[in-house]
């Protein structure tokens, strides 16, 4: 299967040759910022799947943030949030999972037994262990609806 930068220029050549403009969009955009952030003071470039992965995260959130930006547009946006649609069902399988419902409802009341939290003032506690616990696999949209439930808010 090769290394994600491998996976991803064997892509892009398949993308040049069928025309598909929105996966060679997508791959060169990933390509440039992944250059961006080998650049950076202190950069630890020496787990490149690594880097790749931190890097589709981050480009995936930004373009499900500006697709609901666009679908707030309706018929105005339309176009432009389908090819952002697009664009994150391709990068998905290189990106984060996202935990389970289920998994977060678990975590959180092992946390909340951990952190000894008692109320709603204590959502920002738990709701920071389990951001570190899952790493990027969380969103907090999801998780806190489900906190608060279970500290009684």
Known sequence: MGTIKEQLKAELVDAMKHGDDIRKTAVRQIETEVGRARSEPGADVSDEDALY???????????????????SYGDAGAETAKKLAAEIEFLSPWGPTEASESDIETAAKEIIAEVGAAGPKDMGLVMKALMERFGGQVDGRVASPIVKELLGG
């Open 53 to 71: 992965r931190d890097v589709i995260s981050v480009y995936l959130k930004k373009t499900k943030k500006a697709k609901a930006e666009y679908d």
